[in-house]
């Protein structure tokens, strides 16, 4: 035996251990995301008097790759929506938002703010 045929040997075992290490990724962030959305399920809605303290936006960039007959690449992005509200406790939380309800929003905004868990329902101003 060569010892170029144990390299060869060893190639198809890192590809089945990074093939399953990406599968169980997978499958921990989707029972991490489930397990959120039974959380929000089991949790009472509320409705508080907040403020609204600070917005802020995340934008994430994705490039797809494409075979050598198109020599770019195609980059996409994606913006999620955050909106920082703050309790008459002092307490703050912050909740991902529509674009649509952060163009509705303005800081130092009070009023009555209703969620579930970690998900927003609706704010309306007083």
């Known amino acids: ?27 921990f962030n989707l029972g991490k995301g489930i397990n959120q959305w039974k959380k929000n ?5 509320l409705s508080v008097s907040a403020i609204i303290k600070s ?3 995340h934008v994430s960039r994705h490039t797809h790759h494409h075979t050598e007959q198109h020599h770019h690449d195609h ?3 994606s913006t999620s929506y955050y909106v920082t509200f703050e309790f008459e406790s002092g307490d703050r ?8 309800e952060y163009g509705l929003l303005a800081e130092g905004d009070t009023g009555k703010l ?11 101003r007083l």
């Open 55 to 57: 917005k802020r936006t």
């Open 75 to 77: 980059v996409t992005s």
């Open 93 to 100: 939380y912050e909740f991902m938002v529509s674009g649509g």
């Open 114 to 124: 209703t969620f579930q868990g970690t998900r927003y329902l609706g704010f309306e």
């Open 1 to 27: 035996m060569y010892p170029g045929d144990m390299m060869f040997n060893a190639v198809p075992i890192f590809i089945m251990i990074g093939f399953i290490v990406v599968i169980v990724l997978v499958i």
């Open 41 to 45: 399920e089991d949790s009472p809605r």
